[in-house]
T-cell receptor
Framework: DTGVSQNPRHKITKRGQNVTFRCDPISEHNRLYWYRQTLGQGPEFLTYFQNEAQLEKSRLLSDRFSAERPKGSFSTLEIQRTEQGDSAMYLC?????????????FGNGTRLTVT | SQKIEQNSEALNIQEGKTATLTCNYTNYSPAYLQWYRQDPGRGPVFLLLIRENEKEKRKERLKVTFDTTLKQSLFHITASQPADSATYLCALDTLNDYKLSFGAGTTVTVRA
């Protein structure tokens, strides 16, 4: 179990630029989640994949956000035309197949700062 | 609307004492509740899961209770140590069992 890996750890970008983050989940986990966390708040659900299928996307997610999980392995989260309000920690998590209520295994996040 | 509320104030306690954190929820009917620990700049780490039909769960110095009538969970850290200093998050399932909703967390500082 090598853990969930996220890259980059930090990203500073100017407003209007596009950014892409990568998540490598634990290899035997088929469920993958993206969450966003701002200071003093808990993680907020963004989207969920089971294998390569994106099964849900939060209404909070504008159409500037897109996530993919090709071949059911790693995932990318892209934010187009970034805004200052996008500044946050973006967390990826994965969980085991087969059982409901499986705990989430989180990566250490990508901290995005939009200037 | 749905709400998950944790202690609004940070908790400062003396080493060796018991820390008690609360998680209250409104307009949820969770089948289970999870507690996570988060250190600064890191992702949350799973600690304990308790199901709706379980009153209490223990793991080492941690104890969680779940009262579906009061819509509340209590999280206890007994014989606290400075290494227990962190933010603790509670999380509930929603209608879709794969998606968790998190509270804002309670920050605990244990003084030596």
């Amino acid at each position: 179990d090598t853990g969930v890996s996220q890259n980059p750890r930090h990203k500073i970008t100017k407003r209007g630029q596009n950014v892409t983050f990568r998540c490598d989940p634990i290899s035997e986990h088929n469920r993958l989640y993206w969450y966003r966390q701002t200071l003093g708040q808990g993680p907020e659900f963004l989207t969920y994949f089971q294998n390569e299928a994106q099964l849900e996307k939060s209404r909070l997610l504008s159409d500037r956000f897109s996530a993919e999980r090709p071949k059911g392995s790693f995932s990318t989260l892209e934010i187009q035309r970034t805004e200052q309000g996008d500044s946050a920690m973006y967390l990826c998590a994965s969980s085991r197949p087969g059982t409901n209520n499986s705990p989430l295994h989180f990566g250490n996040g990508t901290r995005l700062t939009v200037t | 609307s749905q709400k998950i509320e944790q202690n609004s104030e940070a908790l400062n306690i003396q080493e060796g004492k018991t820390a008690t954190l609360t998680c209250n929820y409104t307009n949820y009917s969770p089948a289970y509740l999870q507690w996570y620990r988060q250190d600064p700049g890191r992702g949350p780490v799973f600690l304990l899961l308790i199901r709706e039909n379980e009153k209490e769960k223990r793991k080492e110095r941690l104890k969680v209770t779940f009262d579906t009538t009061l819509k509340q969970s209590l999280f206890h850290i007994t014989a606290s140590q400075p290494a227990d200093s962190a933010t603790y998050l509670c999380a509930l399932d929603t209608l879709n069992d794969y998606k968790l909703s998190f509270g804002a967390g309670t920050t605990v500082t244990v003084r030596a």
